[in-house]
């Protein structure tokens, strides 16, 4: 009986636009996107350059913080990036698998410095205690209170429609507006850094299938999903990687405008297809079909593989800024026309800042 309910979510699934739309345009945009990295004259190469130091006492160790920490991709960031010489602080849901995360890349890697919080990227409240705990430990600790490197990795494939506390879509609250929040929050410290820092957002090539969009606060807050007799879980899913990639482009415009001075890059990175249990929502007879697939076509990789055009981003020269890294060895291509539209991306960006300080009146009432 167990096995007829999976097969029939599966046939359910299978029948629907969502599962087309992952199977075949998905997969299309990620071949694409192999194509521009390898064959067009306009894709770039970086290289990586290890992370700087300034002279202090005590000596200064850089920070870094990795959302979605816990497993997959997240996890293996943080241990890379523990082996380039960051202080890296671990972000996730779970105290339980940040605690067994920390207990690997220790294992892994003995020499690495580690912290981790508990946060859920899909609550601003969250968000803001986190912010609060991460500047009491940097005062109570002889670290230097400032980030040097923050890795927007969180994200989330939910296949039913779920509204967090603030009434936020859990896809667009986590893959997205916790994003735009934890960033904005945690700028000063950023800017405070003595070297030059970084924010390294990680996108889709799911971005790709979106042809044109609105960005008022019922689209981006996800409102105008419910009472859908289905749930667009593909479509929520690569505009939310969209909306991420008009927010990179967006921050990198304005810390290059509005001060000269300021030393705060941001990047975007692709991983492409990796194995990790993003897909875990769907039934568990397609998504072990779509990674055999992918690894026929030799299109995908395990997190340890995956990471390295995050690690591209992350280890970067300081003066790059505001390109899209896909494919690994230090490759950037060209990110879909559309989220290089500059009206699209302020239209995004006061609408998102409104949700912000939505959230934060609703924060200091809660409070009050």
């Given amino acids: 009986m167990r096995i007829t309910s999976k097969l029939r979510d599966a046939l359910s699934f299978a029948s629907g636009p969502e599962f087309w739309i992952m199977a075949v345009f998905w997969t299309w945009f990620l071949l694409v996107s192999y194509l521009k990295s390898l064959l067009l004259p306009n894709s770039r190469r970086y290289t990586r350059s290890s992370p700087q130091t300034a002279s202090s006492s005590p000596p200064f160790r850089p920070l870094c913080i990795v959302t979605g920490a816990t497993s997959g991709l997240g996890a293996s960031a943080a241990l890379a990036l523990s082996k380039e010489g960051f202080f890296v602080v671990l972000v996730g849901r779970s105290s339980q698998l940040l605690a067994e995360t920390m207990r690997e890349i220790k294992a892994r890697n003995n020499h690495a410095h580690l912290n981790s919080f508990q946060v859920d990227l ?60 934890l960033t904005k929050l945690l700028l000063p410290l950023l800017k405070n850094s003595p070297i030059p820092s970084r924010v390294v957002n990680v996108t889709s090539f799911t971005h790709r299938n979106v042809s044109s969009v609105q960005v008022n606060k019922d689209v981006v807050a996800g409102k105008c999903f419910s009472g859908l007799k289905q749930y667009p879980c593909a479509r929520v899913y690569e505009f939310s990687k969209l909306c991420l990639l008009l927010f990179s482009y967006e921050l990198h415009r304005q810390l290059a405008s509005r001060d000269e001075s300021c030393q705060i890059s941001v990047l975007a990175a692709d991983p492409g297809a990796v194995k990790t249990n993003l897909m875990r929502e769907v039934p568990s007879c397609i998504s072990h079909v779509a990674f055999v697939v992918l690894n026929l076509l030799g299109l995908l990789q395990s997190p340890e593989n995956g990471i390295s055009s995050i690690l591209d981003a992350a280890l970067a020269p300081p003066e790059i800024s505001g390109v899209y890294f896909f494919g690994g060895k230090g490759r950037t291509i060209k990110s879909s026309k559309l989220s290089y539209n500059d009206r699209l991306a302020h239209e995004l960006w006061t609408t998102s800042s409104d949700l912000f300080l939505q959230s934060q009146l609703a924060t200091k009432e809660t409070f009050t």
């Fill in 122 to 181: 899909s609550s601003f409240l969250s968000i803001l205690k986190f912010k609060a705990s991460l500047e009491q430990w940097l005062l109570n600790s002889d670290m230097h209170s400032s980030v040097q490197l923050l890795v927007n990795n969180a994200g989330i494939l939910a296949t039913s429609h779920r509204l967090t506390v603030e009434g936020y879509d859990e896809i667009m609250a986590t893959n997205y507006i916790g994003s735009f929040c």
